[in-house]
């Protein structure tokens, strides 16, 4: 559910975003510099494109792409950088962001940043070069030319999949700390002491880090010892898991019960398991997150955490409808929308 209430709304800066010539003043050079930079970037010698690179991430400068007489463009175009567009886990969001948007004549472009901060806050910049009408990232993980961005900006920003309730875009999502919570409270009430967890295999999903920093605060509560294995990141999701599994198992006191960072990651672990003999939940229980299409058809079936894929998406574009004026309100946008997490139980625990 979302809260009724949150902290008011920051003000947006008055200040605007940097300008060329603010970035060609900081260096000491002309703006034709800076504009053959973006435009013609092989007639700069390398030393002045990292200083200009440099001076471009400080002051978060974003070149403006549309044209004066085109400026209007904005109004119906929404950026949304997502970590995979591909993958099952955002598709809910992504389908429920553009259907919600498109019904009211906004259109959504998307950019995904495989976990790599470097790549969102390319897309962040291309983003805003093109004066879209709101902006939506996900998770507050980024680099600090992109909060740069996003501080500068004055268009409304969301951050979704993640609740950080001190930050200033609108918040839509949960806590990931408290689904690593919520999933070892789980296992421990149905009696699994040994529990292990697993990273992803993509080294920049951080939020998969929170989780686990849940799942150990909790599991130290309980007086038990955290497990906590990463695979190689050169792995696939399906062989990570399978390294994990090996790797748990055969060591001196194997876990009773290992959680995955997500869903394709626990399915390799299961399968791996089946390929080696053990009994799936009686040797070693298993714990996905995401509810992925497949989770169901595997046998035993996956029990998991199901995020509020839908929900996030559906609501990240209300409040960008409201925020624009576009759907009516009463009082200001809501900023903090804290949703939560299900467990689906199966027959893996």
Known sequence: MSDSKGPPRSKRRSAGRTTLAAVAAHLGVSTMMISRYFNQPDQVSPEQREKIAAAVAELGYVPNLVAGGLASARGRIVGMVVPNISGPIFANTLQG???????????????????????????????LGWSPAALVVTGHFHSPATEKMLAQADIPLIETWDYQPERAPLQIGFSHHEVGVQSVR??????YRRIAYVLNSAPGDLS??????????????????????????????????????????????????????NDNLAAGGLLAGQRAGLSIPGDCAILGFGDFPFAQMLMPSLSTLKPPALEIGVLA?????????????????RRLNLLGCEVVERESC
């Open 317 to 333: 574009a209300t409040r960008v409808l409201e925020s624009l004026g576009v759907l009516a309100l009463e009082g200001e946008v």
């Open 97 to 127: 962001f553009s259907d919600t948007l498109s019904r009211h004549g906004y259109q959504t472009l998307l950019a995904s940043s495989y976990f790599d901060q470097d790549k969102e806050e390319s897309a962040v910049r291309a983003f």
């Open 186 to 191: 789980y296992l421990y009430a149905k009696g």
């Open 208 to 261: 998969a880090v929170e989780r686990s920093e849940g799942y150990a605060a909790t599991l130290a509560e309980f007086g038990l010892t955290p497990r906590v294995f990463t695979p190689d990141a050169a792995n696939p999701p399906l062989e990570a898991g399978k390294q994990a599994m090996q790797a748990l198992m055969a060591s001196a006191e194997p876990p009773d019960a290992i959680i995955f960072a």
